[in-house]
């Protein structure tokens, strides 16, 4: 094997550290083949998993980790070669934080349809090859997604950083639907749009339903009803009703667990150069009328849209102990899927941040404060019983009658005694998630605000 390249073995090899960070353990190597021939190289064992979305294991191979046997680690690892000035404990922090961010995208992506990549799933977790997937996006048109005998604009929508469109082909390759994306000229409309081109979206350069301008797209192919329901009129409608709400901040997280990453040559987007592009219309918010229903035959019909402002989403501070992260995580996806801005601090700390801080300004800047209660919750001291009393706080200062704190069972615990006048959800029953949109609705009525 040529030495230059080999990120195992040398003359001399010396393990310079190891750390640990989120769901990883991660170790240093030196390499040395002469007195002046020396390099490093970085090997990672991932030590937890989920049975559902994204893995740790994905996420490596996002930043250009290989899966490989390796000789510093007994079960073998994901590795790669770093540069010299590489610093561990740094990149420890910036992953610790990338991931879960990463991790929490997918409550915004997954409604649009968008499914983050598992390139490698959990096989490495049970000493199997990896079987890993490109997720449900991905374009399967035999044609270029635009020509075709019959084409009907359906539905049109914007955000402050795309405009979207709905368009439904038949008879000629495909029979189908294609969404359409145009990206803003802003720096940040600009990135986000490098983003979206992680998943598999097609340029075209001349799209009739942007005067003619450039789009990206993406077909979905109509289902039979021996086909997944997914490749249905009702759903497809559902994913594209979403984007607004959705996919510019799920592609915004992405884009910041990137910038974490970039200072160590581990970037997974390909950013757009800015450039000087011609003038077009600003991009405002589209609210559609409602659509007709939709059979799984025939898509629905054709709307007329509004131009309105960008509604303000109910805003949910997310209060939890660090042991029920995983079941908030939960939350925080199916919160944002029903168009809610959940806060949770894993995802929207950002690097630097004094998290005290912004934490009380979190829960201040809230509509409603979620406490997520188990029964090792309501026993421990810590930062949660802080969290809780500062909510307590605001809501002393809030009108009498207003639903602002809301204490949520995660599974049969006891209640809190300073909790016990406010009226709790068992989110542990079948009905009970069901029961807290029943408050959320009622308290967006209260702030005008959407969800």
Known sequence: MDQAKDIHSALRTTEVGTLFGEGIEAKLVRLQSGRTDTRF????????????????????????????????????????????????????AAFSQASPIIEASQGYLTGCGLALPQPEGIGYFRNQASRGSRGMAVNTARGDGHTSPNQQRLKEAADNHFRFVLTWL??????????????????????????????????????PEFEFEECYWRYIPFGDREQVDFFRAENVHQVFDAHAQSLSQGLEKLLSADELMRP??????????????????????????????ASATQPAAPNKAIMTDVPKRLKVFLCHGSEDKSAVRDIHSRLSTLGIQPWLDEADLLPGQDWNREIKRAVRNSDIVLVCLSKTSVT????????????????????????FLIPAKLEQCDMLDRLIPWQWVNLYEEDGFERLKLALEARAIECGVSM
């Open 264 to 293: 160590f040559g581990m970037s997974f987007l390909t950013l757009n150069k800015k450039t000087s592009l011609p003038a077009r219309t600003q991009i405002v918010a589209v609210k559609p009328n409602a659509p007709e229903k």
């Open 41 to 92: 190289s970085l090997h990672i064992a991932p030590n937890s998993y989920s049975m559902s979305g994204v893995q740790t294991t994905d996420i490596l191979t996002y930043f250009g980790f290989e899966r490989t046997a390796c000789a510093f680690l007994p079960l073998g690892g994901y590795c790669k070669a770093v540069s010299d000035d590489f610093d561990l404990p740094d990149f420890i």
């Open 170 to 207: 038949t008879g000629g390759a495909d029979k189908g639907w294609v969404i359409h994306y145009q990206a803003g000229d802003s720096e940040q409309s600009q990135k986000l749009l490098s983003a979206l081109k992680f998943f598999p979206v097609t340029r075209f350069a001349s799209c």
């Open 380 to 403: 421990k001291s810590g930062y949660i019983q802080k969290e809780i009393k500062l909510a307590l706080d605001v809501a002393d200062e809030k009108p009498e009658g207003t639903i």
